[in-house]
């Protein structure tokens, strides 16, 4: 069938794209609300996920209790198909569907708008917030609005709005009703307006012959870096169970490859908790919500903040072909520049982790224009084996550097079996010139990036001592 379900405001609503007067089920959310639906509440600015103020609230099923998982989304990312079998909250949704009232009043209190432009998105991106129980602390609301920007109260109003907010999640409970969602019998998709073709698989069987079906056909995840171009055929691998999946063993865990960032932050967080920081920095809380591990690596980008803490792990691609599945570890995955070991038909299935080791030190840093809202000038993972005070073994994993994510060999080399000083991380940082010879763009002058990672080295001493005081 050509139809998408979804419930939108606790309206249900269906849309069949056979129908000449549909829209295409590659139009964002953003646009179909405002220029369909017309609501519009939900603000339209630059259209890339960079502002937030086009943030909705998807809510998802996760049992026949009713029991929902809420997500705060940027609508310009978020393909209309997306919807399928979902319930779209915006700000215009009634009280007994979602009740903001008391985070607007909040808003009025405090002084929190001023020309409102980026309120409905700020309101929403705080209701996410109380729904998911997350606690009510300055880094934490800051987190929370990491992808919602403001160019005229400087913040502190809205931070003091949100954080008189801590009770309010009781209120909220007994004001709303069980949400209502579309009956479908499965989440499949194959959606197909004119030459547009919009195919969601469920399970790897399924996937494995759409492959054989469609073998020229781009794979997506969480569209939410280079996929936003695509606009005319696509298999979304979102929703493939086998690809959500995380198993822990003795030795190893492994994330499915349609995992989110967030998802990954969380799976891998409780084993290495300096990863949580610097995940929290990959990109906005509504970004982090939808781009996937997968689509990061095999997006091949040498700026890409996951593959350096893959390499530093020493982790493996887990790669499915037509007829068999390979490993490749991810030192050797990036071939060049956005070139990566993938061969036609295949796709990244997982990627797996060795258990956190006896004696290593793990760290991790981010250099970017923007916190929470730019990919990386520079970034580090480094995991170093220390044994009486000295380096066993080292590896120092840049981004941002050269034309791929790529080892500071020379520098790795200098460090083994060196005792691990603030004086040698200080020489070590001198060996950055042998290994790399970064470009000047738009994210840093050449200059700039060297002494940045020089610096980071630094950094990695001073974190080690602040560990172990």
């Known amino acids: 069938m050509n139809i998408l379900r979804f419930c939108i405001n606790g309206q249900e609503r269906e849309i069949d794209f056979s129908k000449p007067e549909s829209p295409s089920p590659f139009c964002s959310v953003l646009h179909y609300i405002r220029h369909y639906e017309k609501l519009t509440g939900t603000k339209e600015m630059c259209g890339k996920g960079d502002c937030g103020a086009c943030t909705v609230i998807l809510a998802s099923q996760t049992d026949s209790k009713g029991e929902c998982n809420y997500r705060a989304l940027d609508s310009c990312l978020l393909p209309l198909a997306e919807l399928h079998g979902n319930h779209l909250l915006t700000i215009e949704a009634p009280a007994d569907c979602m009740d903001t009232l008391p985070i607007r009043e909040a808003f009025l209190k405090e002084r929190a708008s001023q020309c409102g432009f980026c309120s409905p998105g700020m309101v929403l991106s705080i209701y996410s917030h109380i729904k998911n129980g997350y606690p009510f602390t300055p880094e934490f609301i800051k987190r929370t609005l990491s992808g919602n920007l403001c160019r005229c109260t400087g913040y502190t109003t809205i931070l003091q709005a949100a954080l008189s907010l801590e009770k309010a999640g009781v209120i909220i409970k007994q004001n709303e009703k069980p949400l209502l969602f579309p009956i479908i019998e499965n989440n499949s998709l194959n959606l197909r307006k004119n030459n547009e073709s919009y195919i969601r698989p469920v399970s790897l069987t399924e996937l494995k012959e759409l492959l054989k079906d469609y073998p020229h056909l781009p794979?997506?995840?969480?569209?939410?870096?280079?996929?936003?171009?695509?606009?005319?055929?696509?298999?979304?691998?979102?929703?493939?169970?086998?690809?959500?999946?995380?198993?822990?063993?003795?030795?190893?865990?492994?994330?499915?490859?349609?995992?989110?960032?967030?998802?990954?932050?969380?799976?891998?967080?409780?084993?290495?908790?300096?990863?949580?920081?610097?995940?929290?920095?990959f990109a906005s809380e509504q970004i982090r919500g939808k781009a996937t591990i997968g689509g990061s690596l095999a997006d091949g980008s040498p700026v890409g903040d996951i593959m350096p803490l893959c390499m530093a792990h020493n982790a493996v691609c887990i790669i499915m072909g037509p007829d068999s599945i390979r490993e490749v570890f991810c030192d050797r995955f990036m071939l060049n520049y956005r070139k990566v070991d993938l061969k036609p038909g295949e796709l990244i299935l997982a990627v797996r982790f060795d258990r956190p080791a006896k004696n290593v030190f793990y760290a991790a840093f981010k250099q970017s224009r923007r916190k929470n809202m730019d990919i990386s000038s520079v970034c580090l993972a480094a995991t170093i084996k220390l044994i009486n005070g000295k380096c066993h073994s080292v590896r120092l994993v840049y981004g941002g550097m050269a034309a791929v994510t790529a080892h500071a060999l020379q520098t790795e080399k200098f460090l083994k079996g060196k005792v691990f000083s603030l004086s040698n991380c200080k020489k070590a940082a001198n060996c950055i010139a042998a290994d790399f010879e970064p470009l000047s763009d738009l994210r840093g002058s050449k200059q700039f990036r060297m002494d940045t990672a020089k610096n980071m080295l630094i950094s990695l001493y001073q974190k080690y001592s602040e560990q172990n005081e």
Do not use: N, Q, W
């Not at 989110?260 to 409780?270: C, E, P, R």
């Open 219 to 281: 794979l997506t995840g969480g569209l939410t870096g280079s996929g936003m171009t695509y606009r005319k055929s696509v298999i979304d691998v979102s929703h493939v169970k086998e690809m959500l999946a995380c198993e822990e063993t003795e030795d190893f865990i492994t994330l499915g490859a349609s995992c989110t960032i967030k998802d990954m932050s969380t799976l891998l967080g409780k084993h290495f908790p300096y990863m949580v920081p610097y995940l929290e920095d």
